[in-house]
């Protein structure tokens, strides 16, 4: 199996596609208000920036085009993560996580259980 560090640092848009898609296959209209959703809007993935994403998150591997589920529109592409694409998920989640521990250890953030 691959290693996931030569992706790492992911982009904020394919963290966001990645994260999307742990949660099940999705199409791309699909995964565009999924982000929005997550984000509260702060992030709208306009179609062509997913799709230029998509397009590399497949070259790469990570992502792959799989099977409509039942009672869908047969038309739509869905997407799934493969398994390297989990494990890179997995470690730029783990990254992030270490840099906050970093800003609440330098104060910039409050630690966990503060104001």
């Given at each position: 199996m691959d290693s996931p560090q030569p992706?790492?640092?992911l982009t904020h848009?394919?963290?966001?596609?990645l994260l999307s898609l742990s949660h099940g296959k999705r199409h791309g209209?699909?995964?565009i208000k999924d982000v929005a959703r997550r984000t509260g809007g702060?992030?709208?993935l306009e179609a062509g920036t997913l799709y230029a994403a998509v397009k590399r998150l497949g070259d790469d591997g990570l992502i792959q085009d799989?099977?409509?589920p039942p009672d869908t529109d047969a038309r739509r592409r869905y997407y799934g993560l493969t398994e390297l694409g989990a494990d890179v998920l997995r470690a730029e989640?783990?990254?992030l996580?270490?840099?906050v521990e970093l800003a609440r250890d330098a104060r910039v953030l409050p630690s966990h259980g503060e104001a």
């Open positions: 992706f790492l640092p848009v394919v963290y966001h596609v209209y699909g995964i702060r992030l709208e799989v099977v409509a989640s783990e990254r996580e270490e840099l």
